[in-house]
């Protein structure tokens, strides 16, 4: 596995709190890598020290095995969480500054503009005023600015934040596409749903500390087939009681139950289907949230104890 | 290219292509016109006609008949006269009721502009020494001619009566005064009021520009801040190269503005016509050691306190925040100002010199010295030279430390949002940045 990026040990804190506590992580080139974890998880100041906004207090940031050289600067595309333009500019002028100083020539530049606005339907709005631009037009915008100097690296904090959900396919795709460019793509996010369609790899850190990383594929399949999905009409209450069944989570329209070693499922179904109307009983690997809130509540310290890193 | 000079003429752009610095550019020269040549012009004109007076004389020794003489000897630049008296009264008998008529139907003329003003000779004024000109506004000159033509005759009539046995006229012209005229070291001519005026208006063009730029970096700081915009900047320049862009930028945005007004200022020198304009003015104007200084205090004001402006851009959120730091970098630009009518009687007195030297007074302070004591050449030998070139160095030096502390400051400010950092927290920053 060859990596483009690596953490090594990485610390940062503030004033009164450990913001980021010896934080390792390998992002393999090529891959689209998820940190995930809650709001002030710590995500966002280590994609700073990633990106050389801020320093950390130890440890390295290493770009394909060294140091970071003068011009990463240039091979990187990085989104912040909270997102700016130049009012004022029209969308050419700003794509074309954001790109001059990322080293781009001009001959370059003009030969994609026309390209990117028409991927993102904004071609018709080329001489307007970014102020001009809906909302969702503008975060179309930023993703262009963040991606039309073809990064070798792109960063994304809070990816799916405040995007409408055309944008969020919209970019998916796009993400997709650079993916198979050869583009390593790490982003952070909160939102788990997402993150699982299209995370390669996933790192969970909760109070700036990992919880948990690795091939998401393998997590799952670590954390077994012992996660069943119910559907079914009326207070369903009792099944938090019935034998085998460790936790229950409820969602929206469905209740997911973690089973514990010993657990028949067959008896819970038959359990659970002889009080209620059961629409759906789906054995199946359990949902990063699952997976995250399980671990979350155990001390991180604990957790790598009892469960070697992959 | 250069990142640094990429977002340097992005910045320039910003500025030079809004609507409102061409406003500025125009309108700001405009301004200067308007207070300055229009009243040269309105007075020029109204000089040009001859004013109408009249007297009442209520000596009756014959001192209006004697003064109307006098007054004909004022003439107007074309060669008509400067005064024409309409009517010489002389009440008879000297009671109040037919004085006040007679005033009160002059007064009439006056506010119907038949005359600009009459003048009542005092009974016994030989004794005690009163006249009194009425008008309805009064010109400096008219008052002191007619105050000294006055006396003159008066002062005759008292030797007259004295029998001193010397002719009245060789007594006037034993006693005439001396024209004291101002000139600077090197025989210059220099009027108070003008070399005053010169200094100022190239200090105001310091304050001006340094403060409305300033407050333009800050503003931009403050919004892009706010906007996030400096977040994706900084992936791809680093924060010093951020804050120098526009520090340049706008600089550079500022010498464009100042040079052209200087170039306006030359060209209306140069088609003045008959416009009455100072010839020291024009030394002021056309002179190359002085401009040099200007040029070279002005780069190194604006640097100073274009970069304070950037420091409070860097730590506050919001316009109004900004304000209450604004207050003394205003006060410290605008001191010599205040102080400007002391220094114009003492340029080189040791307060003077001390005030001048110290960083944050230097830029404006020397511009006004070396205004008001007037350079010729640039010759090390003259003290003042000598004082500008150390205010240069000591200036240069204190902006370099102002941009060391600055560009601490800067970097994490312009990433923190809400809370407004506390002072022991950005002494950290620059300390540990």
Redesign the interface.
């Known amino acids: 596995m060859h990596e483009y990026l690596k953490l090594e040990n990485i610390s940062k804190r503030y004033d009164d709190k450990i913001a980021v506590d010896n934080l390792s992580l390998s992002v393999p080139k090529g891959s689209i890598y998820g940190v995930i974890g809650p709001n002030g998880a710590g995500k966002t100041t280590t994609i700073r020290m990633i990106m050389d906004i801020i320093a950390p207090d130890a440890g390295k940031v290493l770009i394909n095995g060294q140091n970071a050289v003068a011009d990463f600067k240039n091979k990187v595309g990085y989104l912040p969480e909270e997102r700016g333009l130049y009012k004022k500019m029209t969308l050419e002028e700003i794509i074309s500054l954001l790109a001059e100083i990322k080293g781009c020539s001009r001959n370059f530049i003009n030969e994609r503009i026309p390209i990117w606005l028409d991927k993102m339907s904004l071609g018709e709005y080329r001489k307007k005023k970014v102020e001009e631009l809906s909302k969702g037009m503008q975060q179309k915008l930023q993703f262009i600015t963040t991606l039309l100097h073809e990064p070798d690296l792109i960063i994304l904090d809070e990816l799916f934040s405040g995007l409408d959900p055309l944008n969020i396919e919209l970019i998916k795709n796009i993400l997709l596409e650079e993916k198979r460019r050869g583009t390593t793509i790490l982003f952070s996010t909160h939102v788990m749903e997402q993150a699982e369609k299209l995370c390669d790899y996933i790192c969970l850190i909760n109070k700036g500390k990992k919880v948990l990383d690795g091939r998401l594929a393998e997590i799952k399949s670590r954390f077994g087939r012992n996660t069943v999905h119910v559907e079914a009409e009326g207070d369903t209450s009792f099944v938090r009681s019935l034998p085998g069944v460790e936790k229950v989570t409820e969602f929206n329209n469905y209740l997911e139950l973690k089973l514990n070693e010993t657990a028949d499922s067959r008896a819970i179904l038959k359990e659970i289907a002889d009080r209620l109307m059961v629409r759906r009983f789906e054995m199946l690997t359990p949902s990063l949230y699952s997976i995250f809130i399980d671990i979350a509540r155990v001390d991180p310290d604990e957790l790598t104890r009892k469960e070697p890193a992959l | 290219?250069n990142?640094l000079w990429?977002?340097i003429k992005?910045e320039y752009n910003?500025v030079v292509k809004k609507k409102s610095f061409l406003i500025g550019i125009l309108l700001t020269p405009l301004f200067m016109v308007l207070v300055t040549v229009v009243p040269a012009l309105l007075m020029a004109k109204k000089s040009a006609t001859t004013e109408k007076t009249a007297i009442i004389d209520l000596d009756k020794q014959g001192i209006g008949e004697k003064f109307k003489e006098k007054l004909a000897e004022y003439k107007l630049d074309d060669g008509g006269p400067a005064y024409e008296v309409a009517e010489i009264l002389t009440p008879d008998p000297l009671d109040s009721v037919s004085i006040a008529t007679m005033k009160a139907r002059l007064d009439s003329l006056i506010l119907a502009k038949e005359i600009k003003s009459y003048l009542v000779i005092s009974p016994d004024i030989e004794n005690k020494d009163t006249a009194f000109i009425v008008a309805k506004s009064f010109g400096f000159r008219t008052s002191g001619r007619f105050e000294r033509r006055l006396s003159d005759i008066v002062a005759s009539l008292r030797l007259e009566k004295a029998k001193v046995g010397v002719s009245i006229d060789s007594v006037l012209h034993l006693t005439r005064s001396v024209i004291l005229s101002e000139k600077a070291p090197g025989g210059r001519e220099r009027d108070f009021l003008t070399v005053y005026l010169g200094g100022i208006i190239f200090v105001m063009i310091i304050f001006m520009t340094v403060i409305g730029y300033g407050q333009i970096l800050m503003r931009a700081i403050i919004e892009?801040k706010?906007?996030?915009?400096?977040?994706?900047?900084?992936?791809?320049?680093s924060s010093f190269q951020l804050m120098a862009s526009k520090i340049i930028g706008l600089g550079l945005a500022n010498l464009t503005q100042v040079a052209i007004w200087i170039v306006i200022g030359m060209g209306i020198y140069a088609f003045r016509g008959n416009l009455d304009i100072r010839a020291d003015i024009a030394e002021i104007l056309f002179n190359p050691v002085f401009i040099f200084f200007f040029v070279v205090y002005l780069i190194l004001g604006y640097i100073m306190y274009s970069s304070l402006f950037a420091l409070i851009g860097a730590i506050v959120n919001t316009d109004k925040e900004a304000q209450n730091f604004i207050f003394p970098i205003t006060m410290s630009l605008i001191f010599p100002v205040i102080l400007a009518s002391y220094f114009i009687q003492e340029p080189d007195s040791t307060t003077a010199i001390v005030l001048s030297l110290i960083p944050f007074f230097t830029p404006t302070m020397m511009i006004l010295r070396l205004s008001f004591m007037g350079v010729e050449t640039f010759s090390l030998s003259n003290p003042i030279i000598l004082e500008a070139i150390i205010g240069i160095v000591i200036t240069a030096l204190a902006d370099i430390l102002i941009i060391w502390v600055t560009a601490r400051i800067f970097r994490?400010g312009i990433?923190m949002?809400g809370k407004r950092p506390t002072l022991p927290e950005i002494v950290k920053w620059v300390r540990h940045g």
Not at chain 2, 226 to 237: A, F, H, K, Q, Y
């Open positions: 290219m990142k990429i977002l992005s910003q892009e706010n906007s996030r915009i400096m977040e994706v900047l900084v992936s791809s320049v994490i990433l949002y």
